[in-house]
């Protein structure tokens, strides 16, 4: 095993490189760095799990929507001593090891020990990784990586085993999924379905179907805490800023010569043809395609070998044909996949199937010397080469407005796509006191955390109250220990309530909804299931 890891190090190490140099680059998701700050922030005042970023302007729920398992791990790694930047390059480095070695796990469960380092190669090498690492700096898509073949994997022993152990190895794997990244969790689902029709179908025996729904719900089960609250509450934020404009998913279809194109770029995806990102599948990935679809034509005659070509091919098709504006009608007749924004975050998907395909491929070459295997390792990795490295590195500073906290609450460069929806506005004075709208008031031993926040005030006259804090459900006011009944937000969104004159103590916290401590308590039980199951 020892020898198997350094190999793959070894192979995913030069795609690496640029993440050793002393400064980091640019990259289109910079914002990243504000959310593994935030995620580090709340863990250290003991908000668990995550839902509320403190400092994003007066606060805002994100993580009640968006998926945040790497940064949790972030948290650790920043523990360690790393700051803020060293871990996100930390990140990005250990969510291209961890794939190449799922990877591998996995293919070398169906085929050859030759043919899974093979996929890992395809696999960690692929034009669209450089994208996500180089260019879009796509952190929680990245991790999402490491998570499709453990699945595939996993289901594999559901099927052979049927064993408890299994079952719950395949829930936690979804769960994985789901707690990395909603979007591309959506966009798997079809592929892993059809995977299990797949191994159905081979196996004749439909009762297996009960035990991949069974991990299915225990993976939801798991996840719960976090897919509750984010689809139940979505209606309080202006999703609005998620599909619309630029994020229309109408303005992101891939035409078909793209897939085979060799341009490489720092750009934006734009409309038509003139995106200033690359779309490509990459030659030498559509080599092995092509060579695929030669030795299927070749094997015909072999049925169990075919119909895992078929199955293969059909997912690899499938997975451009949703990227296509041909399949725009899929699209507008399922609402939530408005949410994917980019049809061409289906490209993961395609990296993942031709990883497979280039196993397949090895596997079932009738030449199968070393030369011919390390011409073909050198063909994938020299292809992609250049593609690993990004446009430009930045100093520090430049992150700093992502890590400085009175920065973060000017909203400086901040996206709006989790604001919640009593928010007219975002501009006016940032403050971090409780302040009068009207009336006069002293304050005085303010104490803020990442979830709470507490003050004595002395009201000399009726006075409406803001405090610091963007209002969703949830915050909730005690005054001298009594839940006090709040007003209307303000048109920033803050919460406000009225007091008459006298000296009070006031306190602010985050509390549970319904429908989150229903989740926390679905993930606790499905947790205590997993590890029954492994007993």
Do not use: C
């Not at 998701?29 to 908000?47: E, H, K, T």
């Amino acid at each position: 095993m020892k020898k198997i890891i350094l190999i793959l190090f070894l192979i995913t190490l030069p795609s690496l490189l640029p993440y050793f140099n002393s400064r980091f680059f640019y990259t289109q998701d910079y914002i990243f760095i504000a959310r593994l700050q935030q995620v580090s922030v709340a863990l250290s005042d003991g908000q668990f799990p995550v839902r509320w970023a403190p400092d994003l302007r007066f606060g805002e729920p994100i993580f009640n929507f968006y998926a945040s398992l790497p940064f949790y791990l972030g948290f650790l790694i920043n523990l360690l001593g790393f700051d803020y930047i060293w871990t996100a390059k930390i990140l990005f480095m250990l969510s291209s090891f961890l794939s190449a070695i799922t990877m591998f796990v996995f293919v070398r469960k169906l085929f050859s020990e030759k043919a899974a380092y093979f996929s890992s190669v395809i696999y960690v090498w692929a034009p669209y990784r450089a994208v996500d690492m180089y260019v879009r700096g796509a952190i929680a898509e990245a991790w999402a990586f490491v998570f499709f073949p453990l699945i595939f994997y996993a289901s594999l022993l559901v099927v052979e085993r049927r064993s408890h152990r299994s079952i719950a190895f395949l829930g936690l794997s979804i769960s994985g999924l789901f707690l990395t990244h909603n979007v591309t969790s959506l966009m798997f689902m079809p592929f892993l379905g059809l995977w299990w029709l797949y191994l159905i179908i081979q196996k004749k025996n439909w009762k297996l179907s009960l035990s991949l729904i069974g991990s299915f719900i225990l993976g939801i089960g798991i996840s719960s805490f976090f897919l509750l609250p984010a689809l139940a509450e979505r209606q309080f934020i202006q999703t609005k800023y998620l599909i619309v404009g630029y994020f229309d998913f109408r303005a992101h279809f891939v035409a078909l010569k793209q897939f085979f194109s060799t341009f490489w770029g720092y750009g934006s995806s734009l409309w038509g043809l003139d995106d200033g990102l690359s779309f490509q599948i990459g030659l030498a990935n559509w080599g092995i395609i092509i060579l695929a679809g030669v030795l299927g034509f070749v094997n015909r005659k072999n049925k169990k070998l075919l119909s895992l070509f078929v199955f293969l091919g059909f997912s690899f098709t499938l997975s451009l044909f949703f990227q296509h504006n041909k399949s725009a009608f899929i699209w507008e007749a399922i609402p939530s996949m408005a949410f994917i924004q980019f049809p061409w975050r289906f490209l993961s998907i395609s990296v993942f199937i031709t990883a497979i395909i280039g196993g397949l491929v090895i596997d079932n070459l009738k030449y199968k010397s070393k030369i011919l295997y390390l011409v073909l390792f050198f063909f994938v990795i020299s292809f992609s080469f250049s593609f690993f490295k990004p446009k430009e590195y930045v100093d520090d500073s430049f992150f700093d407005k992502f890590i400085n906290i009175e920065t973060m609450r000017q909203g400086v460069d901040l996206t709006k796509d989790y604001l919640p929806v009593w928010v007219a506005t975002i501009d006016g004075e940032v403050f971090n006191d409780f302040k009068t709208e009207t009336g006069e008031m002293e304050t005085n031993d303010f104490k803020r955390a990442s979830d709470k926040f507490s003050g004595n005030v002395v009201v000399k006259s009726k006075a409406n109250i803001l405090a610091p804090i963007t209002y969703f459900p949830g915050w909730q006011v005690w005054v001298n220990g009594k839940i006090l009944p709040q007003q209307s937000p303000s048109s920033m969104g803050l919460i406000s309530f009225e007091l008459l004159p006298g000296s009070y103590k006031i306190d602010v916290k985050l509390t549970n909804t319904p429908i989150r401590s229903i989740g926390n308590i679905l993930s606790l039980i499905s947790i205590g299931l997993v590890v029954v199951l492994f007993l």
